[in-house]
């Protein structure tokens, strides 16, 4: 029996009719990865003066072909992000596809995501872009990074109360925006994601308002870094870590965001109730047992810190 690595299910192929459904209710089967994961990465460096979507992490452009039943590598009009594996931290997509899995348990906005087998035998991370609805038209999507004038060079200099003003500034009905950058801000610190800088926010237009984008780059970087880590990309009170239950919701909820106590208890109480299906979610996924152990063991550490 295997297990799907886009669903986590048990299947007898490679990947489960429900994993394939989400990709395409046409695809009844999918191909590896034409390419091993050193040529993922080869080719996400030769077309990166072609693309607009590279970082720190080796990314390509795909699109899928269910009558070939295989993703093809493009250079422009992708529909998906490729993030293959890192030659230096194990383990970034099956890290990544579980935080995605994770944030999605608590209702946060995710896209379609998940990993493909690639030819030798590696894992890559796909997540479906959410600012294209076919191949000429795109949604209106801005970084904060772009809405504070700040450069990628510059995308960690920035507080988090700045990019609540941001918020409160640009989006239709920032109320209700802000009680969804506050529940993912929780899980960002409870998964050990710090490395949410402004280019991992995006504000976007659809349905006639300006609203957060679905959550994208969610990772547990704080179990792949060694050393003295921080807490979060942007300050807090002028903290990056050693952060609090005072500053993360006496402070942040209450006094900055301005959040009503219903709204910030109905958020912590669905955060603590899902800590059993994270447990659940971290132990099915296809990190190694070391990595699982990490994740565990760092999730419970915070979520005590918080009285969760």
């Not at 035998?121 to 872009?129: A, H, M, V």
């Not at 547990?220 to 990309?233: K, M, P, R, W």
């Not at 006094?255 to 912590?268: A, F, G």
Request: charged residues 25%.
């Amino acid at each position: 029996m295997n297990k799907c690595p886009i669903t986590y299910e048990e299947c007898e192929a490679k990947y489960s009719e429900k994993g394939l459904s989400l990709l395409s209710p046409s695809l009844k089967s999918l191909n590896d990865l034409e390419y091993s994961a050193a040529e993922q990465r080869e080719q996400a460096f030769l077309r990166s003066y072609k693309m607009s979507i590279q970082g720190m992490q080796p990314k390509l452009s795909a699109v899928l072909s269910p009558s070939a039943s295989s993703f093809m590598i493009v250079d422009i009009k992708g529909r998906y992000i490729l993030k293959p594996q890192h030659q230096h931290y194990p383990q970034l997509p099956e890290n990544e596809s579980l935080t995605m899995k994770m944030a999605g348990v608590i209702n946060i906005d995710i896209p379609v995501s998940g990993m493909l087998w690639s030819k030798d035998g590696s894992l890559t991370y796909f997540i479906k872009r959410f600012d294209r609805y076919s191949k000429t038209k795109k949604l209106p999507l801005e970084d904060f990074a772009q809405l504070a004038g700040m450069t990628r060079d510059t995308k960690y200099g920035y507080s988090f109360e700045k990019l609540i003003s941001l918020v409160e500034t640009y989006c239709t009905f920032p109320v209700v925006e802000k009680a969804k950058l506050y529940r993912r801000t929780i899980f960002n610190y409870l998964s050990g994601n710090e490395d949410m800088h402004l280019k991992n926010y995006s504000l976007i237009s659809r349905n006639g308002k300006v609203e957060l984008s679905p959550a994208y780059d969610l990772l547990n970087s704080s179990i792949v870094l060694s050393g003295d880590i921080e807490e979060t990309a942007l300050t807090i009170r002028g903290k990056k870590k050693n952060l609090t239950h005072s500053v993360l919701v006496d402070y942040l909820a209450y006094e900055r965001m301005k959040l009503n106590e219903k709204t910030v208890s109905n958020i912590l109480k669905g955060i603590s109730s899902s800590a059993g299906y994270w447990t659940d979610l971290i132990n099915k996924s296809f990190l190694s047992a070391k990595l699982k152990d990490s994740y565990k063991s760092m999730l419970d550490e915070r979520l005590q810190k918080l009285g969760l």
